[in-house]
């Protein structure tokens, strides 16, 4: 499987829409409500999948809320902040239904291997909840656990999960876990919100068990942001950039502007003609970003298949989101 993806805007029948055209279609579509909206520099994807939905792109029926900034960086505390407020407004809206009182019980599970920088989201945000004011909170009851993983423990994290669940018997389990990304743009600047509960280490091909409703009998919030993308995606976007950079100078070639130019050009322009390059390098050159990603990874299969790539400062990554997903959960929680 190729552009190997948790997020369900960039599994392949959501892009495909992404057209004006296919964008009309899929309003239309009785499966599938779609709505995109801002906060700020905040993309808000908000998608709704019923039965028939759930057949025509293969994602499970349910709510799928993914909030994306591309202008995040570990350092720009302004910008997280604006993400952290719009993670606690939509963990309200994906719940708005459920009404906590004194009596109710939520499993909070922080997935993945705290030893594995990339895949430590989950067991540290639990760190962090576990020294927060939901230790002693009156309101409602709160049992918090990282389970590790099936490598650590010999053991199915689900079993575990279920174990805690028939012994705690929650009204709610909240799940946070770290994903794969099939664009390297939203490495680290997106987090999706799903009611439909979760396949640990799917997208990396290493799926365990769902934990699910349909599994516990009680809700199952997933929350995750992807922390690392399939090699090929890599060698497809560099590809792009540079066919893109190169399109961008052809046919600026002869301007008066160019001679005006002392530094080599980088366009940001969006509208460039690529078939501008296709006596050079050939038809393959106006392929969409998705139909090159495809081409490498049949061209690299079986050679490093399992390769993933993650950001160098993926620690200050990992800090700051287990940081805003720990409080962003406490703060919900609390105001209730």
Same mark, same amino acid.
């Given at each position: 499987?190729?552009?190997?993806?948790?997020?369900?805007?960039?599994?392949?029948?959501?892009?495909?829409?992404?057209?004006?055209?296919?964008?009309?279609?899929?309003?239309?579509?009785?499966?599938?409500?779609?709505?995109e909206g801002r906060n700020g520099a905040v993309l808000i994807t908000s998608i709704e999948v019923n039965e028939e939905g759930e057949k025509q792109i293969g994602k499970k029926q349910g709510k799928y809320i993914t909030l994306t900034d591309l202008t995040l960086s570990p350092h720009d505390e302004k910008s997280f902040e604006n993400m952290a407020r719009t993670f606690i407004d939509y963990l309200r809206d994906m719940h708005k239904e459920f009404s906590l009182t004194e009596e109710s019980k939520i499993l909070i599970i922080g997935l993945g291997n705290?030893?594995?920088?990339?895949?430590?989201?989950?067991?540290?945000?639990?760190?962090?909840?576990?020294?927060?004011?939901?230790?002693?909170?009156?309101?409602?009851?709160?049992?918090?656990?990282?389970?590790?993983?099936?490598?650590?423990?010999?053991?199915?994290?689900?079993?575990?999960?279920?174990?805690?669940?028939?012994?705690?018997?929650?009204?709610?389990?909240?799940?946070?876990?770290?994903?794969?990304?099939?664009?390297?743009?939203?490495?680290?600047?997106?987090?999706?919100?799903?009611?439909?509960?979760?396949?640990? /280490?799917?997208? $990396? #091909?290493?799926?365990?068990? +769902?934990?699910?409703?349909?599994?516990?009998? &009680?809700? !199952?919030?997933?929350?995750?942001?992807?922390?690392?993308?399939?090699?090929?995606?890599?060698?497809?976007?560099?590809?792009?950039?540079?066919?893109?950079?190169?399109?961008?100078?052809?046919?600026?070639?002869?301007?008066?502007?160019?001679?005006?130019?002392?530094?080599?050009?980088?366009?940001?322009?969006?509208?460039?003609?690529?078939?501008?390059?296709?006596?050079?390098? /050939?038809?393959? $050159? #106006?392929?969409?970003?998705? +139909?090159?990603?495809?081409?490498?990874?049949? &061209?690299? !299969?079986?050679?490093?298949?399992?390769?993933?790539?993650?950001?160098?400062?993926?620690?200050?990554?990992?800090?700051?989101?287990?940081?805003?997903?720990?409080?962003?959960?406490?703060?919900?929680?609390?105001?209730?």
């Open positions: 499987m190729w552009g190997r993806t948790d997020l369900i805007d960039e599994s392949e029948e959501m892009v495909k829409h992404r057209t004006e055209s296919q964008k009309a279609k899929l309003d239309n579509s009785e499966g599938i409500k779609f709505d705290a030893t594995v920088t990339p895949d430590a989201i989950g067991p540290k945000a639990i760190e962090y909840l576990q020294n927060s004011s939901l230790t002693n909170n009156e309101k409602v009851k709160v049992v918090m656990y990282a389970p590790g993983v099936t490598g650590q423990t010999g053991f199915e994290t689900s079993d575990f999960v279920s174990a805690i669940s028939e012994a705690f018997k929650p009204d709610l389990i909240l799940v946070m876990d770290a994903l794969a990304a099939r664009n390297s743009e939203r490495l680290c600047k997106t987090i999706q919100i799903t009611n439909t509960g979760i396949h640990p /280490g799917s997208g $990396v #091909g290493n799926q365990r068990k +769902e934990i699910s409703k349909e599994v516990y009998g &009680v809700p !199952v919030t997933a929350i995750g942001v992807p922390m690392v993308v399939d090699g090929p995606v890599l060698y497809a976007d560099a590809v792009e950039q540079v066919i893109h950079h190169v399109a961008a100078r052809v046919e600026e070639k002869g301007k008066p502007s160019s001679a005006l130019s002392v530094t080599p050009m980088v366009s940001n322009k969006t509208n460039i003609d690529k078939k501008v390059l296709e006596p050079i390098f /050939g038809e393959w $050159v #106006g392929w969409s970003t998705e +139909e090159k990603r495809q081409l490498f990874e049949e &061209v690299f !299969v079986g050679k490093n298949p399992s390769l993933f790539v993650t950001p160098k400062e993926t620690d200050l990554w990992v800090e700051q989101y287990a940081y805003m997903l720990s409080t962003g959960i406490e703060t919900w929680i609390t105001s209730k």
